[in-house]
């Protein structure tokens, strides 16, 4: 409840020359066919499936690490708190450098999990890895939506691409994270990871548009 009232308190209101009605079916079908929108639904699936390989099983892959049964819990509070360093760095940058940022965060965190699977038996190496992770990963969904929102001829169809595709690789992820540690351990469940999070990399050099979140919207 306080978050909601927060939210009504600093959110803008919604424009009064927008109308009651949405957009029509048929023009959020014409804007899920564009390229730009349909190249970052899979730079989602492909980024949250690394992540997720990876996430699902932080417990085995941060003991492996060298991290403490009883530490757990701190380290994963850590990465959590990490985390809204990122939002922060994601809600002051997304509106100027979308996809610049974005390409950062989804560098480190491959970067993250490949040092989390390197890691040997260094407890302040894998938390300092895990924190870092925590910021990065936690700036992407937001600059995932505004860049969405900048390749959408209909904003109302972003953020549902955006969802959607993140469901998708949480489930993807979970399945894939399983295979990988049953085959290759926990080491192979980070470099894994890691290895999706980078291949979501050279996705974001095409169909991406540095159109302002303020034009898009009105779009």
């Keep these: 409840m306080l978050l909601a009232a927060?939210?009504?308190r600093v959110m803008p209101a919604t424009p009064q020359d927008m109308g009651p009605e949405g957009p029509s079916a048929r023009q959020v079908l014409s804007a899920l066919r564009g390229r730009g929108l349909q190249i970052i639904g899979t730079t989602t699936v492909v980024l949250t499936v690394g992540h997720y390989t990876a996430y699902t099983y932080v417990t085995p892959v941060l003991l492996s690490a060298g991290v403490a049964q009883d530490a757990l819990s701190i380290v994963l509070l850590a990465?959590?708190?990490?985390?809204?360093?990122?939002?922060?760095?994601?809600?002051?940058?997304?509106?100027?450098?979308?996809?610049?940022?974005l390409r950062a965060t989804v560098s480190v965190t491959a970067i993250a999990l490949v040092?989390?699977?390197l890691v040997n038996q260094s407890t302040a190496a894998g938390v300092m890895a895990v924190v870092v992770w925590g910021v990065a990963f936690s700036a992407v969904p937001?600059?995932?939506?505004?860049?969405?929102?900048?390749?959408?001829?209909?904003?109302?169809?972003?953020?549902?691409?955006?969802?959607?595709?993140?469901?998708?690789g949480i489930a993807a992820g979970a399945w894939l994270g399983g295979h990988a540690l049953l085959v290759g351990g926990t080491d192979a469940v980070a470099l894994v990871g890691a290895l999706l999070v980078a291949l979501?990399?050279?996705l974001t050099l095409f169909?991406?548009?540095n159109r302002p979140a303020h034009q898009a919207r009105r779009r």
């Design 79 to 101: 990465y959590g708190v990490a985390g809204i360093g990122g939002l922060v760095l994601a809600g002051t940058f997304a509106d100027r450098f979308p996809v610049a940022l």
């Design 142 to 168: 937001t600059l995932l939506n505004a860049a969405a929102l900048r390749a959408s001829t209909v904003p109302d169809a972003a953020p549902a691409v955006v969802n959607a595709m993140f469901n998708v």
């Design 115 to 117: 040092a989390i699977a």
């Design 6 to 8: 927060i939210t009504a």
């Design 200 to 202: 979501a990399l050279p």
């Design 207 to 209: 169909g991406w548009h």
